[in-house]
């Protein structure tokens, strides 16, 4: 087991609380209804969903990528967003990386806040929260924060998605994340590097504090914790949100029930003090999850 089952268990609640409020998020920004037309050709009434995106707040635009294919552009920007951020790290630009961060997740708090209030508290809002999250970093802020940025981001990007690219993208992801965590070790370094600044863009939870023996025979006082990166809860949110739009909430969230499943399964299976990418695990929870759809 990874952590302890209480550690593994609220990691479970914060995940899937994080899916089902970026649902709610989803949602708000979206119209959907039923349009009904005639098929002369073969003489019968078809109801079509038609679906429509309410604007972001303050005009902010969505990227103009074709849904076929919008996992290409998607991959590229996250490679090169990867890039950047390891350059920070090796030349230690901490004011430039918690800049970029705080601009990140301020935009992404943001969009998820003005789903439900008016857009210029949803601004004063999250530059509240994101300065105490980079500024005066506690646990609370750390993990309330979590469950909405990435409602936010996916409110820029599901409506830029559909079945397939969203299905491509989550292997392209799954393959890149086994590759970033065992082989080249990158993104262990960058979760590192984020924890030790303590601009971590996750789910985060220290908890037991382990007795080691050092020189002397005296014991030092160890904190463990348990993260859960940010893409491995935004990158299932986008496929959900594609459910969404293309069936309904209760179908969506019951993806997310399969997603969070398969998390909890990865923690109990997992060892301690190891690192493992939880994408390959996430995205089959969100397959199965979506093909048992089909027996409702």
Request: hydrophobic share 55%; with cysteine.
């Amino acid at each position: 087991m990874k952590h302890t089952l209480l550690i593994s268990l609220l990691l479970m609640v914060l995940f899937l609380g994080a899916q089902l409020i970026g649902l709610v998020v989803i949602d708000r920004y979206t119209q959907v209804k039923e349009v009904v037309r005639v098929d002369v050709e073969r003489n019968i009434v078809v109801k079509e969903r038609e679906i429509t995106y309410s604007r972001l707040p303050y005009d902010i635009e969505r990227p103009e990528f074709e849904k076929e294919t919008s996992y290409i552009p998607i991959m590229i920007a996250i490679l090169i967003a990867t890039a950047i951020s390891l350059l920070l790290i090796k030349f230690r630009v901490l004011k430039l990386w918690k800049t970029w961060f705080f601009l990140s997740v301020g935009l992404a708090l943001l969009i998820a806040f003005s789903a439900f209030i008016h857009e210029i508290l949803a601004l004063i809002l999250a530059i509240v929260l994101a300065t105490i999250k980079v500024f005066r970093p506690n646990i609370l802020v750390q993990n309330f924060t979590e469950l909405f940025i990435y409602g936010g981001l996916a409110g820029i990007f599901v409506p830029i998605l559909n079945l397939t690219s969203i299905t491509i993208l989550l292997v392209i992801v799954s393959l890149y994340d086994v590759i970033a965590v065992w082989k080249t070790k990158h993104m262990v370094k960058l979760a590192k590097f984020q924890y030790s600044t303590k601009t971590f863009a996750g789910l985060l939870i220290p908890y037991e504090i382990e007795k080691q023996k050092v020189k002397g025979g005296k014991e030092k006082r160890v904190e463990q914790r348990a993260i859960l990166g940010g893409g491995d809860i935004g990158f299932p949110l986008l496929f959900m949100g594609v459910v969404l739009n293309n069936t309904n909430f209760l179908y969506a969230t019951i993806v997310s029930l399969f997603a969070t499943a398969a998390l909890l399964i990865l923690l109990l299976a997992g060892n301690k003090n190891k690192f493992y990418p939880a994408m390959p695990f996430l995205s089959i929870g969100c397959f199965v999850g979506f093909l048992s759809l089909f027996l409702l």
